[in-house]
């Protein structure tokens, strides 16, 4: 399930740990979280999924649901090889979802 659908109070903490109350199968809010540095990582200032630590040449780092589809995307100042910040985001419904209450990535 598309976590964004079933959650509430979705936020980014610390640049890279993403929160949330997610639904479980019963209805209720369940706290959760997942340390997206273990699987964003940053290619020459572009989000790469299954890579490591993103965060560590991020600026900026913030999250919002957007648009129609409701698409709930990450976006960051990324360094590049050159060290200049390039504007980088990620629709992270593309590899997490709810999984019973709980932040599960999908490979």
């Known amino acids: 399930m598309s976590f964004h659908l079933s959650a509430e ?19 209720d809010l369940v706290d959760a979280e997942i340390d997206l540095n273990q699987h964003l990582g940053n290619n020459d200032g572009s ?8 965060s560590e040449t991020a600026d900026d780092v913030s999250f919002e649901i957007e648009g129609d589809g409701e ?10 090889g050159e060290g200049e910040d390039v504007d980088a985001d990620v629709n992270l419904s ?8 709980s932040f599960s990535y999908q490979a």
Do not use: C, M, S, Y
Not at 71 to 80: F, H, M, S, Y
Not at 94 to 101: H, K, S, T, V
């Open 9 to 27: 109070d979705i936020e980014i903490q610390d640049n890279h740990l993403l929160v949330a109350k997610l639904r479980n199968e019963d209805g």
């Open 47 to 54: 989000f790469e999924w299954d890579g490591t630590d993103f």
């Open 71 to 80: 698409v709930p995307v990450l976006r960051a100042k990324l360094k590049n």
């Open 94 to 101: 593309e590899r997490i979802i709810n999984d019973n209450g």
